[in-house]
């Protein structure tokens, strides 16, 4: 070997020794500092003690048992619109949306709020367990914003427990379950802050008795169960007031009694079956642009209860061209109207059969009509 590179190994391995010896001595230094400082900083000490939880208070384990009971009956629905691949010539689902429900009954009808599913080309059901079901149509209620779904599930469903809203009070505690920003099955806790309420249904016609709460109502909620403190269906989370679209602390369900009324009818006819006149009443903005107070009736259907009694809709005169306003529906059984909705609002107080008292006004003259209700024909569903 030359002596050149001879020299230049030796001096190689010289040079990585005093380098291991430099980083020893330095290890050597760090271990003496940290052991000074624990000697300064003292004896280590103890773990914090975690505190044993002693028994939960009767309120908590009352809502704790509640959502155990009560969750299986909820359900979580997402919606999907079907679109078409022009460059694949396939067929994509695209997510639309989610909302909540609730088991209706052991055949697998589920309950939500009709805008929940409104305008989708498909829904899903999610159940407690996280199976999922396609869902079909069954019926629905613009009228009351409700739709009623179903799943072919060979599970065992648990149908939730149906309350009353007749009876309740403000101040009244209540639990809403859902599915908030789709965090499926979240538990939120409020009181009855009012009740007697109206807000506005699908086609802009006003739900009156609508229950108001301060429990946490978001997007998401909607279609899913509030309940009261014995478990049972009070309402269905339907709307809140915001300005930023997130609870406000005032949310709306629409009440119990309305809904055992109506889901029924959805189920057997697939449409809210209610007792009629069988008119069509002008929109309340014309009524308001033409000065007049009351219910203005546009056409009469032939041979419906309202064409028996004899009531005229408007019509335009043959010999001048002008229009001939029809009979204003002033006052129902005595009550007074002021607007179309009135109509509405008091038609589903009766059933097909009652015999109802009209006072409208005709040429300047008020008279009293008596008429036999009966059930509505058109699938629609919205004409009185």
Known sequence: MPRSLWTLGVLAITALVIALLQLSLRVDRLQAALTHRASQSGPTPPPKPIIPRGDLSQSEAATVTLFSERSSSVVHITTVDMRSDAFRMNVLEVPRGSGSGFIWDEAGHVVTNLHVILGADRARVTLWDRTTFEARLVGASQRNDLAVLRIDSTNKLAPITLGSSHDLQVGQ????????????????TG?????GREIPSAIGLPIKGAIQTDAAINPGN??????????RLIGIN???????GASAGIGFAMPADMVARVVPQL???GR?????????????????????DGALILNVSPGSPAEKAGLVGTRRDTRTGRIVLGDVIVAFDGEPIHKASDV????????Q??????SVKRDGETRKVEIVLALNVSTAGIQP
């Open 238 to 244: 339907t709307s809140i007031i915001s300005p930023s």
């Open 191 to 195: 009181i009855i802050s009012g009740l």
């Open 173 to 188: 505690q209540v639990f809403a379950i859902g599915s908030p920003f789709g965090l499926d099955y979240t538990l939120s």
């Open 353 to 358: 059969g009652d015999r109802v008292q009209l």
């Open 267 to 269: 189920i057997q006819y």
């Open 272 to 292: 809210e079956v209610r007792p009629v006149l069988g008119v069509e009443l002008a929109e309340d903005a014309l009524m308001r642009r033409i000065g007049l």
């Open 222 to 231: 909607s279609g899913g169960p509030l309940l009261d403190s014995s478990g």
């Open 344 to 351: 509405y609002l008091a038609l589903e107080k009766h059933k």
